[in-house]
């Protein structure tokens, strides 16, 4: 009988601080660029 749930493997690890941290870097960079940059990040990023 094949076992296919593991009881001690880890769960998924929380990307939001991640995903945070990029998503504050790209803005600082583009604010870096000279002229006018339209910018659109999707609420779920």
């Keep these: 009988m094949a076992h ?3 009881k001690d ?3 998924l690890p929380d ?6 941290l990029a998503r504050d870097q790209l803005i ?3 604010e870096q ?3 006018k940059k339209d910018l ?3 609420a779920d990023l």
């Design 4 to 6: 296919t749930e593991w």
């Design 9 to 11: 493997a880890p769960g």
């Design 15 to 20: 990307f939001s601080l991640l995903k945070r």
């Design 28 to 30: 600082f960079l583009l």
């Design 33 to 35: 660029l000279p002229g």
């Design 40 to 42: 659109f990040i999707d």
